[in-house]
């Protein structure tokens, strides 16, 4: 399969970048995930605004327009192996010597996107809901940027696996942030509750989407900062992210969350993102 490196299409083999681009070095850059289905790309304009507020957070400037951006998404949708797709973006300060500070004149971004097939959560992560643990949340204080820097989300990821369940529930300071690579739902009493849109967490562009479908099915929806004990008693918890679109958790640290079945709030809203998908 073709992947594009900074304005070519190549095939993935031959897609070489040097061992000096800030991105290995440093992971000095940014990347971006749209979900597609049927070819079709979900909420393209969030993710594209997305992209352009990261690039912009660490100061990289690139002479590509959103329309630009668009067109390679769909690009890269037309050229991908299967219906249903992710397509990666992924660009870094380029390539100069080592030196931790910006270089100054500034380096041509390195910019690269490839499409993989998207499997979607299927009848088992559905019915069966994620398991989950909770564990400190020892990133940095940008998570707001979706940087290429990762290791604090693969650390956290790996601590799940080690513990033999699904995924983590971040906290900091005894407030909820994050899963690894997804956002967390709180469900009280019939509201659904997302944590603050701050710089501790990375605003999903599912976010504004489960405030849209809550409102619409008229649940109570509130942004505020979730004390621990308020996810430890949740009626409900639910994830959401491109790939994982939204899951109910149904145990956090061998508890069952609520019934520790898939709750009702979460039903609905699953029933409205499958209605979003069916209507692209
Ligand atoms: N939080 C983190 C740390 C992530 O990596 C992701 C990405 O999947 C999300 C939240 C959810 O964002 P989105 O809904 O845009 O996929």
Same mark, same amino acid.
């Given at each position: 399969s073709l992947v594009y490196l900074n304005g070519e299409y190549v095939r993935l083999g031959?897609?070489?970048?040097? %061992?000096?681009?800030?991105?290995?070095i440093f992971g000095d850059g940014i990347y971006e995930v749209v979900p597609a289905y049927a070819r079709k790309p979900f909420r393209m304009d969030g993710h594209l605004a997305r992209l352009e507020r990261s690039l912009k957070a660490i100061g990289i400037k690139l002479d590509m327009s959103s329309a630009d951006w668009e067109k390679l998404v769909r690009d890269m949708l037309a050229r991908a192996s299967s219906d249903d797709a992710m397509v990666y973006i992924q660009v870094t300060r380029g390539v100069a010597k080592r030196d931790h500070a910006f270089p100054a004149s500034a380096p041509k971004p390195t910019v690269f996107c490839m499409v993989s097939p998207f499997k979607r959560p299927g009848a088992a992560a559905r019915e069966q809901g994620y398991t989950t643990v909770s564990m400190p949340d020892e990133r940095w204080l940008h998570c707001e940027i979706k940087?290429?820097?990762?290791?604090?989300? %693969?650390l956290a990821k790996q601590h799940a696996v080690?513990?033999?369940?699904?995924?983590v529930i971040q906290f900091r300071d005894g407030f909820l942030s994050e899963g690894s690579s997804c956002n967390i739902w709180v469900v009280r009493n019939g509201t659904v509750l997302g944590p603050v849109r701050d710089n501790l967490i990375l605003e999903g562009i599912r976010y504004s989407l489960m405030e849209e479908l809550a409102r619409a099915e008229g649940i109570p929806f509130e942004s505020r900062r979730i004390p621990r004990q308020e996810v430890e008693q949740a009626d409900e918890l639910m994830l959401t992210s491109a790939t994982k679109e939204v899951l109910p958790i149904v145990s956090l640290d061998g508890k069952p969350v609520g019934t520790g079945k898939p709750g009702p709030v979460y039903a609905r809203l699953r029933a409205a993102y499958d209605k979003v998908i069916a209507a692209l």
């Open positions: 031959d897609a070489k970048v040097s %061992v000096l681009d800030r991105g290995f940087s290429v820097s990762l290791l604090g989300n %693969v080690e513990a033999g369940v699904d995924e």
